[in-house]
């Protein structure tokens, strides 16, 4: 608990020294920056001895735009779906400055290694590159990876192997309710991934769809809980689903187009002025309808 404790506060303290020179730090603390830049706090402390040690720290004052520092004690899977296994590392350019007194150049510099923690790095960037979905032991990812699948499912990713990825999905389920097995953790983690993950405006017109297609297969391969439960959480993503559809409509009316002009009986398209430099030099007035 010390070290996750330390590890935070560390983390805080050069958040503070980063601050922009403008920004007064006399009534600056520790819990005012956590609430004003730290988006997202996790600490996995497993009690096994061959188990995960980790915690991660999101900071971030812009939705689903941040920087993300995992610190990593032992993590025993560490990606969710190939296309995201990759890893720079960083260990030769460490050493580099530590041991060597020159500096990089364009012809003298360490050789850092990119891996995919997927297995077979030529396999993973093919499915990076096509757009496919590929993973395995889904009941070692946090939460299953069942909301990542989804994501990539609306976001026109395929399966790189229908039939063996479907029968993964029972397995995503199962480890999604095991590490959130109340209805309002269920709650929280659903509205907070899509606070997150659907930020740009087309993703925006993605989350209906997103709710109804979790939906389905939490539907379909959920094996794990008792009939009330399941039926409870199924209302709960179906309820999300409706909350989005109502916010949609509710913005779509509210985006009235501008009024219609009228003249002698005759209706005109609306005009709007712009100004523009014409070829005669001088600034002139132009509409477009």
Not at 206 to 228: A, F, P, R
Not at 235 to 256: E, G, N
Request: hydrophobic share 35%; net charge neutral; glycine share 4%.
């Amino acid at each position: 608990m010390r070290n996750f404790d330390r590890v935070k506060s560390a983390v805080l303290s050069s958040l503070y020294e980063m601050l922009p020179d403008g920004v007064s730090r006399k009534r600056m603390s520790t819990c005012s920056l956590k609430e004003a830049y730290v988006s997202k706090m996790v600490k996995v402390n497993s009690s096994n001895n061959d188990g995960d040690r980790w915690s991660l720290i999101s900071l971030g004052n812009s939705r689903g735009r941040g920087v993300e520092l995992k610190f990593v004690d032992s993590m025993r899977r560490q990606f969710e779906f190939s296309v995201d296994s990759f890893q720079i590392i960083l260990d030769s350019l460490l050493l580099f400055y530590e041991c060597s007194e020159l500096p990089i150049s364009e012809n003298f510099y360490p050789t850092v290694v990119g891996e995919s923690f997927y297995g077979d790095f030529q396999e993973a960037l093919y499915h990076l590159h096509k757009k496919l979905i590929s993973t395995r032991h889904p009941e070692e990812i946090r939460g299953g990876g069942l909301l990542k699948y989804c994501n990539l499912l609306v976001k026109n990713y395929k399966p790189a192997s229908p039939d063996y990825i479907k029968s993964l999905q029972k397995y995503m389920c199962s480890r999604f309710f095991i590490d959130f097995p109340d209805i309002n953790q269920q709650r929280g983690k659903l509205e907070n991934y899509l606070w997150n993950h659907f930020v740009e405006p087309e993703e925006e017109a993605l989350k209906h769809q997103y709710l109804m297609l979790l939906h389905d297969v939490v539907e379909e391969s959920t094996v794990c809980l008792m009939g009330h439960e399941r039926r409870q959480t199924l209302q709960l993503i179906k309820s999300l689903a409706w909350q989005v559809l109502y916010q949609d409509q509710q913005r779509i009316m509210t985006q009235q187009p501008p009024p219609l002009m009228y003249a002698n009986g005759i209706v005109y398209a609306p005009i709007i002025q712009t100004s523009c430099y014409c070829t005669c030099n001088t600034w002139m007035s132009c509409s477009s309808s």
